[in-house]
């Protein structure tokens, strides 16, 4: 299909797909298939038994289980990230899920430590036990795989393992929170089911009581949640950070699909300006990556209120919450200085979103002002 940035404010704004989820989806496995196959190339100059090993045992796999290791967001990481210099670590990572997947066909027996699925849903321990992930609505919510508790690439914190209790609280509330996106329907209930297919539950000592999401370009697909058993982490939190996180994962797989979204050397990725949200500093291109989360985020508590999928007042502080950068066209105006760095179409589409947004701020307001002055009915 043609460029996908321009069909970002009908997409985000969860009424028109036009073919952006399949486009993205394809975007996603072709790039891991690329990736793998440069992996291979570099293992094959090297070590080209092994190689040729790794490429049988996947084509013995049926394209279900090779999908779900490949397309896996450890795997994007793996395969992506681990240079020519670590190739031996790839590809020992590569038996291992490969070896996972046998298991869970049940075409193998592990002998040795524990092996776990590229999903980090099935463990295999070398005593024939199988520790099986929770999953709700088909996503993997993972709560004890080695992504839970060890080091992930540009995820802040710190992890420890989750006592039951907390656990318990955790699910419910990812349950409500996935619940809540279910309501509301439409394109963002699409979206969040298509780029989420890992939920990693970290608990994170280093700051107690704190709740935040977070997500990486380098795991596509994967949503991180940092203590979601305290109590700020509510259902609507927690629905709000699986939404701003998939759409994270749309803008990198628009990016992967379209080309770079700034023009020019790297430097360019060094500016900084302040959010219109938060009053963060952040990097032009994470600037513009807040643009579409908030803009997304207006248009899924808009169409929540709508649906009664939340509480009214909590729906409307999170409308405001995602409009106050918009409010005054800030968002956009403050991109002014760097507009030679932005892909033309990316910048005409986010002054496009920010326009309709602000248009449908001022219609919707008006109709809830008509609404409150209406009598009540006998």
Known sequence: MTAVVPLLPGYLAWSRDQGVTDA??????????DRLARVLRWLGERDPARAATIEARMRGLPDEALMRALTAPESGFRLGYDGA????????????????EECRLGRCDVAGGPVWT????????????????????GIVIDFASPNALGTLPHIAGA?????????????????????????????AHRMVHAFTRVIVVRSDPSTPGFYTSASSTLSLGRAVVRNPFV???????????????????????????????????RDVYHNRLPSPWTGRSLDLH????????????????????????????DGLRCVGRAYQGFAGGEAVERLAPYRAMIRHDLADALGTAQAALRDRMDRWGREVACALDQPATP
């Open 24 to 33: 993205l989806r394809e975007t996603l496995v072709l790039t891991c298939c």
């Open 85 to 100: 210099d670590r190739v031996e670590s790839t590809a020992a990572y590569l038996e291992q899920v490969l070896t996972a």
């Open 118 to 137: 590229a999903l980090g849903d099935r463990c295999f321990t070398f005593d024939g036990e199988i520790l099986v992930a929770p999953e709700l609505e």
């Open 159 to 187: 992890a420890e393992p989750i006592d039951a209790g907390d656990r318990e609280v955790a699910l419910g509330r990812i349950g409500d929170a996935l619940d809540i996106v279910q309501r509301t329907g439409g394109g």
């Open 231 to 265: 109590l700020a982490a509510t259902p609507s939190e927690l629905a709000d950070g699986l939404v701003h996180e998939a759409i994270h994962c749309v803008c990198d797989l628009s990016e992967i699909h379209d080309g770079r979204w700034l023009v020019g050397d």
């Open 286 to 313: 994470t600037y513009l990556q807040a643009c579409w989360v908030w803009f997304g985020l207006w248009h899924f508590w808009a169409q929540a209120l709508e649906a009664d999928a939340i509480e009214a007042a």
